[in-house]
Structures are given as C-alpha cells and as structure tokens.
C-alpha cells in the first residue's frame, strides 16, 4: 500500500476517534446539565412552596397587606411567649374592604403568595388566641343571626362564600369550619353547597394550633385535611376552589357588630411541601 494512502487512512481514523470523543463528551455534559436544572428546578420548585411569618418585627415584611378602618387596628404583640400581631376592631368599622354593615380588621396575602392555583398540594399551620377583649357575636334586632370569620382562604372572587373559613357562630358560640367550592359560587345560607363541620368552644387565652392539607381544585379530585391542637377535626374529599378562580389567605377579625371593641391574636403562619417542612412544633 503506497504511505501516503496509508497516511491517510491513518489520519481519518484518528479524526474519526476524535469526532467520538468530542461526542461523547458533549453527551456527558448535556447530561450534566439536565442533571443541574433539573435540581436547580426542584430547589426553585422547594423555597417557593415555602412561606414563613413569625410576627416578630413586621408583618407587611411578610407580604400581608392591611384591611382595616385605621392603622392602629393591625399591632404587633408578644401573647402568652409567642409573637402575634393583633386585628382590633371598633364601633362603626364598617364598609371596610366590601365588609357593608360587618366590622373589619384583616391582613391578607396576594393569590400568589398563597399559591393557591388549581392542582397544588399544600400544607399550611397558624395559630391564633382570643384574648380578654375578644366579644363573641350576639343576636340583635339588626342581625338576628350573628358570625365571625377568623381565618379564610378567600376565593378570588368578588361575590359569595371564601372557599374555606374558621367562623364563630351559634348560641352560645363556637368555632367550626367551612368550605365553599365546586362549579357553583355559594352564598353560605342554610341550603346552599356550603359545608360545615364543628370544632368546639371559644376558649379565651388559649392558642389554637391549626395544621392543614390541603390539594386547591375545582373538581372531585380536591381534598382539605384540618386539624386542631393536634387533632383531627376535618378529612373532606372534593371541590376546594370555585371553577375558574383561585384563592388567597386571609387571618381575620371579621364580624358583625357587637357595639364594643373587639381583638383576635394571630401568630406564626407557615406553609411547606411536606408536613415535616413545617417543623415539629406544628405537626399534628
């Protein structure tokens, strides 16, 4: 075989080896790469799925925005060795953030911050304290079935029931839950889709501990899992948000008049993936 075809048989396999190497190479490092985003999505996917508020020196820092007559209604509190941020309501705080004649002091969260879109699973724990100066809704000629709200994930929504609500309600009052969901937006009378179910009495200064799990949907495949102080209260299976909106949360002091000042304490409020994100002090 003359050498210079030799040599460039020589040269083309060699070249051709090189091409392989190069290849594979490239191979291993669009693996590498896959692999990077791929964990740089989950690390993404895992902080946003996370929120954290414990009140100790802000909560518009938190992302909460303020519904109330006046400023001096949202205070920032230390109750019983914890961190809390008080919502005082008074006389004539009506008309407050669409509240018409029920008085007003919330704090509520973005949708986005909640994240409260069709399809997440979440879990969230707060906790909140009736103090001395909390008044419990009475009947009057005005409003002869009285209520409270103290927690609500509210639909996006400008009319009807929030999808899910800690109420005060009944003689003599107690707490109890409720959801609101499906295709059809429920007002929250007697024989509308509203469910509720019990969860006891109003037991001024004592925390009450709340552990949620939830999936937010429209359809059957919904859940929301609740308890309180570590016992189960709720294990409800459907519709967790109404068709074609989404949901944000609210920590409450909504009610109707009573004719006196009125105070909810509200502290830490947390949400993770999992239950163990949430930290052992919040697990049921």
Known sequence: MPARQRSSRHAHGRDSMRASAIARTHGVLASLLAVAAASAAHAHTDVAARFLCGFQASWSACGFSQQAQAPDRVTLVEVAGRSGVRLRTLPGDHDVAGSGGAERADMALSPEATGCFQGQEQWWAHSLLFPPDYEVPVATPADPWPWGVVFAFHHTGSQGQANFQVEVADTPARL?????????????????????????????????????????????????????????????????????????????????????????????????????????????
Do not use: M
Request: aromatic share 12%; charged share 15%; with cysteine.
């Open 176 to 284: 109890r839950f409720a959801i609101s969901a499906g295709p059809v937006v429920s007002s929250g009378a007697p024989g509308s889709a509203t469910r509720r179910w019990p969860i006891g009495p109003i037991v001024r200064n004592r925390w009450y501990d709340f552990v949620y799990h939830l999936k937010w949907s429209s359809g059957s495949d919904g859940w929301f899992d609740a308890w309180v102080n570590g016992e189960q209260i709720l294990h409800y299976r459907g519709p967790t948000l109404y068709a074609g909106q989404g949901c944000y949360l609210k920590l409450a002091n909504y009610h109707t008049p009573v004719g006196k000042p009125v105070s909810v304490v509200h502290a830490r409020v947390l949400r993770g993936p999992t239950r163990e994100a949430l930290g052992s002090g919040a697990l049921p």
